[in-house]
């Protein structure tokens, strides 16, 4: 019986395709929210992640080319 368990095994693992590389991994980090002390864990794509950073790169460049309120010489009289 046991050599029939060992033969069985053997056959299933020979038959399984090998398992494909991951090209988006998964990171998950711990994070605070703010007004807790207590960590949350949240999991995302790296393909998310780099998105994410690039939007937020777009938002700050705009930012920075928009007029300014108050400029250094005062205001136009």
Do not use: H, W, Y
Not at 12 to 30: E, L, N, T, Y
Not at 54 to 71: F, G, H, S, T, V
């Amino acid at each position: 019986m046991m050599l029939l368990t060992i033969a069985a095994l053997a056959v299933s693992q020979a038959g399984a395709p090998a398992a494909k590389p991951v090209d988006d991994p998964m990171i998950c980090k711990s994070r605070i929210p703010t007004g807790t002390r207590f960590a949350k864990k949240t999991c995302r794509k790296q393909s998310e992640m780099d998105a994410q950073a690039e939007r937020d790169r777009a938002a700050l460049a705009e930012q920075q080319m928009m007029p300014k309120i108050n400029p250094p010489g005062g205001p136009d009289t």
